[in-house]
C-alpha cells in the first residue's frame, strides 16, 4: 500500500521561506515519480513540480522556478519543496502525490499531469503579515 505523508506548513510572512515535506512508502520498484501540487480556495489543483525517484530527474513549473525547488533524500525516501520569496498568492494547501511514471522535462509542453494516483492529505501554507 502506498503512503504518503506530508509535514512542513504553516504561516510564513510576505518574503518568507518555508520547507515542505514528504515521505513515500510503499512501492515495490523505484519507477515512480512524486509531484507536488496545490489549491487555494475557490482555485483549480495547480502543478507545481515533480521529481524522478529513478535518477532525480526534475521538472518545476513556469508559474514557480526560480522560487521553488524540489528535491529528494534517498537515504528516507523524503521529497523536499523548498519555497522562497513567499507572497500572499502562494497561500493554499499544498499536497504531494506519487504514481509510477517518469518526471520528464518535457511536462513544459503540456504541464504536469494534474492525476497522479496517490496523494498525501495536505498540509496548508498561510503567506500573511
Known amino acids: 500500500e502506498v503512503q504518503i505523508v506530508e509535514s512542513g506548513g504553516g504561516l510564513v510572512q510576505p518574503g518568507g521561506s518555508l520547507r515542505l515535506s514528504c515521505v513515500v512508502s510503499g512501492f515495490a520498484s523505484d519507477d515512480y515519480s512524486i509531484g507536488w501540487f496545490r489549491q487555494a480556495p475557490g482555485k483549480e489543483r495547480e502543478g507545481l513540480a515533480c521529481i524522478a525517484h529513478e535518477d532525480g530527474n526534475t521538472y518545476t513549473e513556469d508559474s514557480v522556478k526560480g522560487r521553488f525547488t524540489i528535491s529528494e533524500d534517498n537515504a528516507d525516501n523524503r521529497v523536499y519543496l523548498q519555497m522562497d520569496n513567499l507572497n500572499s498568492d502562494d497561500t493554499a494547501v499544498y499536497y504531494c502525490?506519487?504514481?509510477?511514471?517518469?518526471?520528464?522535462?518535457?511536462?513544459?509542453?503540456?504541464?504536469?499531469?494534474?492525476?497522479?494516483?496517490?496523494w498525501g492529505q495536505g498540509t496548508q501554507v498561510t503567506v500573511s503579515s
Open positions: 502525490a506519487a504514481e509510477k511514471s517518469y518526471c520528464t522535462k518535457t511536462y513544459y509542453l503540456t504541464g504536469l499531469p494534474l492525476d497522479y494516483d496517490y
